[in-house]
């Protein structure tokens, strides 16, 4: 397996990653939106993409987006996007590209990484803990449009 920050050039295969990634969130195909959508993070400097590939075929993937945190003034990454194909899944992947992500951030002087999932989807839960994620207990999160 082969992880790497994409660029570019890996357009195609991030494209096909997303499409099933959102599909999967219950939102209808729509490679050209995704296209348009990752093709500006890339160019626009927006994101950093880490994709992972196996025997030459892209398995899976992670985007981060950067926030700062003005109370410590710091940098710090929002893990956004985690999605692994179906066939690759409980091969470590996803262990992978995040700690992938983890370096990333270490690399850059980050605070941290910030992630959040469905407070059903247990198996990313039980992962994120693994790794070395606390959950956040202090806080509320509010969102509006």
């Not at 490679?31 to 993409?49: P, T």
């Not at 590939?53 to 893990?79: E, N, R």
């Not at 066939?87 to 700690?99: F, M, S, T």
């Not at 980050?110 to 790794?131: P, S």
């Amino acid at each position: 397996m082969n992880i790497y920050q994409a660029t570019i050039n890996d357009l195609d295969s991030l494209v096909e990653l997303f499409d099933l990634y959102r599909q999967f969130y219950k939102q209808a195909s729509d490679l050209k939106g995704a296209r348009e959508f990752l093709e500006e993070r890339l160019m626009k400097k927006e994101s950093i993409i880490f994709i992972a590939f196996d025997d030459g075929k892209a398995i899976g993937f992670t985007q981060l987006f950067p926030s700062f945190s003005s109370v410590s003034m710091q940098k710090s990454w929002v893990l956004n996007d985690l999605y692994v194909k179906e066939a690759a899944r409980r091969k470590g992947v996803a262990e992978k590209l995040i700690n992938q992500a983890i370096d990333f951030a270490g690399e850059t002087s980050a605070k941290g990484i910030l992630l959040e999932t469905a407070a059903d989807n247990v198996n990313a839960q039980k992962l994120y803990e693994k790794i070395g994620f606390k959950r956040d207990t202090s806080y509320y999160y509010f969102f509006t449009i």
